[in-house]
């Protein structure tokens, strides 16, 4: 998509700062740099979050596919970090702004929801373990919100569902304006629609 290849060229309109309590966070695109901090990221990661993000994949591997990806194909990535720890991943946020068919498209037609490919998103969080519950995942909906309006999306729904196990993301996902359209292949659909004006 040539949008994704313009904010590989330069990422800076993604670049911005989230507070979660009292601790900043510098908020970008994934760079090619990142291999090494997305490594550790995912490999510290537990075996939950493991499972219900990205599934059970060598870190290495699913890092250099992701790097791999920057810019080339449908998928954006937001990472956070603390400023002074540039190295240290600390939450990454899976945008996609295509609609394979077989996958949520299919879903959401079985549900009885014609999703729009031209304004729909696919989107998946994941915070480290060390920071999940303290409110960062909530500090990085309104960067994911503008760069997917940045695509000109309004039309959220999560990647590869929820897991219907996953209580604390379904919350997540219910207190931030998501609402449950089905439950097919083992996996709950949720979608929202991003307001025009405020970015939450
Ligand atoms: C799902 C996930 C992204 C939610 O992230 P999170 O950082 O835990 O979310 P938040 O911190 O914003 O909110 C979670 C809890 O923190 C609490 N919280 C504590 N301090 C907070 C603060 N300062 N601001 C907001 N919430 C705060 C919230 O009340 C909430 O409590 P609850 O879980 O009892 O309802 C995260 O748990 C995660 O990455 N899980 C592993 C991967 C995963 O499952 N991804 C989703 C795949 S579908």
Same mark, same amino acid.
């Given at each position: 998509?040539?949008? $994704?290849?313009?904010?590989? #060229?330069?990422?800076?309109?993604? &670049? ?6 009292? *601790? ?5 695109? $994934?760079?090619?740099?990142? =291999? ?8 510290? $990661?537990?075996? &939950?979050? %493991?499972r219900y993000?990205?599934g059970? *994949? ?5 890092? #250099?596919?992701?790097?791999? #990806? ?6 954006? %990535? ?25 996958y949520?498209? *299919?879903r959401?037609?079985a549900?009885?929801?014609? $999703?729009?490919?031209?304004? &729909? ?17 909530? =500090?990085?909906?309104?960067? #994911?919100?503008?760069? =997917? ?9 999560l990647?590869g569902g929820v897991d219907p196990a996953n209580? %604390?993301?379904r %919350? ?10 089905g439950r097919d292949d083992g996996v709950v659909d ?9 970015? &939450?």
């Amino acid at each position: 998509m040539p949008q $994704l290849a313009a904010l590989a #060229a330069d990422p800076s309109p993604l &670049t911005g700062q989230v507070s979660a309590g009292d *601790t900043i966070f510098t908020v970008r695109a $994934l760079l090619p740099s990142d =291999a090494g901090p997305l490594t550790s990221f995912l490999a510290n $990661l537990s075996a &939950t979050s %493991r499972r219900y993000w990205h599934g059970e *994949t060598d870190a290495a591997d699913e890092s #250099a596919r992701l790097i791999e #990806a920057i810019g080339r194909y449908d998928k954006l %990535r937001l990472v956070a970090h603390r400023p002074e720890h540039p190295n240290e991943l600390d939450g990454l946020i899976d945008l996609s702004f295509s609609l394979p068919d077989g996958y949520e498209i *299919t879903r959401f037609a079985a549900h009885g929801v014609a $999703l729009d490919p031209e304004r &729909t998103v696919r989107f998946g969080p994941c915070v480290s373990d060390a920071w999940q519950g303290r409110g960062l995942a909530a =500090a990085l909906l309104p960067p #994911a919100w503008s760069a =997917a309006r940045l695509l000109s999306r309004d039309c959220v729904v999560l990647y590869g569902g929820v897991d219907p196990a996953n209580h %604390r993301a379904r %919350r997540f996902y219910a207190r931030h304006g998501f609402t449950e359209v089905g439950r097919d292949d083992g996996v709950v659909d949720m979608m929202r629609y991003l307001p025009v004006t405020s970015p &939450t």
